[in-house]
Each structure stands twice: as structure tokens, then as C-alpha cells.
């Protein structure tokens, strides 16, 4: 142990001593690179202080760069570890009653009914107007806000404890952190020193995004499988509507430049009180065009203006074929492209989640059976298997693979192929089988083998009746036998007589 401690001490101080030398080195390049710099400078070459600037920055950038993935890696890793440790029960964790209760459905179901009756209570606070409001319901605001910024306070805490720290870097929970430090900042630390922010207490309204959580967490039920794939589409378009509200932008602009040249300012409609109402400038004509590309009422002034110039009724069909039926038609093309495409990715990513699934649980099992290995020659014998069930930790891998103590004597000959022994391949291959549900190419293995095992059990009994035969004439044949024997033992009797 004490060896194990020094190498470890010595590979934090190798590892510190190599960070300061790295550190040492990248100041003694920037106090070099500001050394030259100040030299071109004095010596007037500035095409070389040029140089060295690019240079510089360019070090700079990539060092920046090389220090950004070196801390994604480790964080990567952090957090994987992070997973294990929460997920596997066979690994150590810090907090075990914690992990228990994170992991339990009392917890879920718990926390989205409080996420739920949150909404309820955002929605009955928005109703309540500031002239009508009464004391008893300051009163019953403040107590139901207090309590649920405790409730999310409380489940951030424990999900944080259970998961890790790492796990409030993860994008899916930024929402969840800014919304939990929103309430404890307006309610528990600006609320008690009467500092009112509006703008923020308003913003605790936010609160009701968290249903999109609750939505994920019954993603996978079958009966919420369509609200998912609404959910998921909406999110995944974002960026898709954002260059779609840049090029409805964008034709508004070009069309409104047109409409206020030909309308706001022709002189056809320089006392037309309507036109100047609705295209007099550019904010004006957007806003028109705007309400023309929705089809709202725009008959209510394309038709009075139509009547004094009937090219304007030519503008209108004109922009209504580009914007209405043209454009946003192809905007909504492109948004069920990218469903189609976010669907077929997430089936390719699913498959590839659970090949990689797969690799670890066969690591894991391959590592399991080196384990239970004790002679290490790469074969499981019956009582190798037997002594390492003994042991606490084997039988804690064992039920966290959901085989209980009761079944490990029905274990081996359940994986036995009747050999006595069995490699890392066939135990891999039959825990497998066993954690698995039955499919059905399983189902009708089984048949096929009970059929097999009728067919011999007629044979057997085909073969019985024969021998039941045989042995009927060998007792008939001896049968005759006797009575044979018992008429010459008489003719005998008689011969000694006579």
C-alpha cells in the first residue's frame, strides 16, 4: 500500500512538474515573442513586426486550441467515470443512499408531479391582476414559491450528488440550473432584502419549460411516442425557422422597397389617405405585406387601391405566388426533410448506442469471467464456478446481471453445454441469452428442440413395444420349453419303470 501511495504521489508530482514546465516554456515563448516585437519596433522593420505578431497569435491560437481539447478528453472522462459510478451498484460511490433514492421511480414520479403542479400554479399567479390581488394571496404566492424553489433546490442537489458534478455542464440540464438559480435568487436572496426585480420575477413564468423534461421522461412509452416526435421536430427545426424568419426578412425588404416606390410615393397616391396608411415608408410597407403574405383581410386595401391602379392587383398576385405559395410552401418542405432526416438519424445513432452497448457488456462479462477464472487457463470448470460464487463481490456482479443467489445452482447447468467446462465465448454468449428477453427465433429454437425430443421419446417407445414383443415370444418360447421338458422328464420316469 505504502508503494502504491509513493507511485501515486510520484505521478501527481511528474505530472505537476511537466504542467510547470509546460507553463514555464509557453510565458518564456510570450516573453520572448514581446522581446522581438519590441525590437522591430525600436528598429523600425515592420514587416517583421508584422511577422511576429502573426506568429504570435497564431501560437497563441493554437495553443488555446490544444489546451480546449486537452480539457474536453478529460472531460469526457470525468464524466463517464461519473456515469459508472452512478449507474453501476458494483462500483463505490460517495453517496450509496443517494444513488438509491435518485434511481428509484418514487423519485421521478415525485419530481414531475411537482413540475406539473408548478405549472398550474405559474398559470393561476399570471391571472391574478395587481388591483384585485389580496393579502391572502401575497400570502399563499410566497409560500407556494418558497416551496417549490426548496423542491427544485432539493432534486438539483440530489441529482448533482447521484451524477456528478460534470452532469450540470450537460447541455439538456442548463435550463433546469438557470431555472433553480432564477428562483433562488429572486425568492431567497433579492425577495428577503425587499429588492424588487420584476423583469425577473417575471421570468420565473420560464419555469413551465421544465414540462419539456417531463415529456422526456416518457419518451420511450409507446403511448407518448407521437407528442415526442412533435416535441423532438420542433427543437431539432430551430435553426432551420431561424433562417427561414431571415429569408421572409429578407423578401418583406425587396417587395416593400418596390410597394413604397410604386404606391407610398406615386403620385397617383399622394392624397390617398389608405395607401400612405399602409405604405407610406418602409416600416409601414413591411408590416402590410406582412399581413398580405398571412392572407389576413388584405382585400380591405388591395381593392381600394386596385380601383385607382390596376397594375397593383398584378404586384399583389405577383407577391402572393413568391411569399405564400412558393416560399413558405419550401419552408415547410425543408422542416419535414428535417424530420424525416433528424428520424432516420436517430435510428442510426440508436443503432450505433446499442452496438457500442453490446462491446461493453461483453468487455464487461469478458472481464467478469477473468474473474471467476481461477486458474486463469481460459476454461470455466463446475468447481472454479462454484468456489467464486462464494465470494461477496461475485455475488454481486451476479445479481446486478439479475441472477439472484437462488439461482446460481441452476446456473451452470443452465450454461453447460454438457463438456464440463466452458470458454469465455459460450459464458459470454449464454449471460447473454439469460438477460435478454425471449424473442422469437428463441421461441421457435425451443420448439424445434422439444419437437426433436418427441420424436425420440416415440422412438424410444417404438423401440420398447418391439422389445415388449420380443420378450413375449422368448416367454411363449419358454413356456413351450417347460411343457417340452416336462413330457420328456415323464417319458423318462416311465423308461426307469418299464
Not at 28 to 53: K, M, P, Q, W
Not at 245 to 264: D, E, K, N
Not at 354 to 365: F, G, M, T, V
Amino acid at each position: 500500500m505504502q508503494r502504491t501511495g509513493s507511485g501515486l504521489k510520484t505521478q501527481k508530482s511528474q505530472k505537476r512538474t511537466k504542467g510547470l514546465r509546460s507553463h514555464s516554456n509557453l510565458e518564456e515563448v510570450h516573453g520572448n515573442c514581446c522581446e522581438r516585437c519590441f525590437d522591430y519596433i525600436i528598429t523600425g522593420d515592420f514587416s517583421g513586426l508584422y511577422r511576429g505578431a502573426k506568429n504570435g497569435i497564431v501560437t497563441f491560437i493554437t495553443n488555446l486550441s490544444e489546451r480546449h481539447q486537452n480539457f474536453q478528453k478529460w472531460f469526457a472522462l470525468k464524466r463517464k467515470e461519473q456515469e459508472q459510478r452512478a449507474t453501476d451498484k458494483t462500483i463505490e460511490h460517495p453517496y450509496p443512499r443517494i444513488r438509491t433514492i435518485v434511481h428509484t421511480n418514487c423519485f421521478e414520479i415525485i419530481g414531475n408531479m411537482v413540475i406539473f403542479a408548478n405549472t398550474f400554479v405559474v398559470g393561476w399567479q399570471a391571472e391574478l391582476l395587481p388591483h384585485t390581488v389580496t393579502d391572502r394571496d401575497k400570502l399563499v404566492s410566497t409560500i407556494l414559491e418558497n416551496f417549490f424553489t426548496f423542491a427544485f433546490v432539493v432534486e438539483l442537489l440530489l441529482s448533482t450528488l447521484c451524477w456528478g458534478w460534470t452532469s450540470l455542464l450537460e447541455r439538456e440540464n442548463w435550463m433546469d440550473v438557470f431555472l433553480v438559480f432564477l428562483g433562488v435568487l429572486t425568492t431567497w436572496i433579492l425577495g428577503p432584502f425587499g429588492i424588487e426585480v420584476d423583469f425577473l420575477r417575471k421570468l420565473t413564468a420560464l419555469r413551465t419549460l421544465r414540462l419539456i423534461r417531463l415529456a422526456r421522461a416518457v419518451r420511450l412509452r409507446p403511448e407518448f411516442k407521437e407528442m415526442w416526435a412533435l416535441m423532438k421536430g420542433l427543437t431539432d427545426s430551430g435553426e432551420t425557422l431561424f433562417w427561414t424568419y431571415v429569408m421572409i426578412f429578407c423578401v418583406l425588404y425587396f417587395f416593400a422597397i418596390i410597394a413604397t416606390s410604386l404606391i407610398g410615393k406615386a403620385e397617383a397616391f399622394q392624397d390617398d389617405a389608405l395607401a400612405q396608411e399602409y405604405f407610406g415608408d418602409m416600416i409601414l410597407s413591411m408590416l402590410s405585406l406582412f399581413q398580405l403574405m398571412t392572407l389576413d383581410s388584405w382585400t380591405g386595401f388591395a381593392r381600394p387601391l386596385m380601383e385607382k391602379q390596376v397594375w397593383v392587383a398584378l404586384f399583389f398576385i405577383f407577391f402572393i405566388a413568391v411569399a405564400v405559395f412558393v416560399m413558405l410552401n419550401l419552408v415547410t418542405a425543408v422542416i419535414v426533410e428535417n424530420s424525416f432526416s433528424e428520424s432516420k438519424s436517430e435510428e442510426i445513432e440508436l443503432a450505433v448506442r446499442l452496438e457500442r452497448e453490446k462491446e461493453e457488456e461483453l468487455e464487461d462479462l469478458k472481464q467478469f469471467f477473468l474473474q471467476i477464472d481461477l486458474d486463469g487457463n481460459g476454461a470455466l470448470t463446475k468447481q472454479e464456478f462454484f468456489k467464486a460464487t462464494k465470494q461477496r463481490k461475485i455475488r454481486q456482479k451476479l445479481r446486478a446481471l439479475d441472477i439472484m443467489p437462488k439461482d446460481i445452482d441452476e446456473l451452470w447447468d443452465i450454461l453447460d453445454e454438457g463438456k464440463g467446462e466452458m470458454n469465455v465465448e459460450e459464458f459470454q454468449s449464454g449471460i447473454r441469452r439469460l438477460r435478454g428477453e425471449a424473442k422469437a427465433k428463441d421461441i421457435l429454437r425451443l420448439y424445434k428442440e422439444v419437437r426433436q425430443f418427441e420424436a425420440s421419446v416415440d422412438e424410444v417407445e417404438g423401440h420398447l413395444g418391439a422389445s415388449r414383443e420380443r420378450l413375449r415370444n422368448v416367454q411363449d418360447q419358454l413356456s413351450r420349453c417347460k411343457v417340452d421338458v416336462a413330457a420328456f422328464t415323464r417319458t423318462l420316469v416311465r423308461a426307469k419303470e418299464a
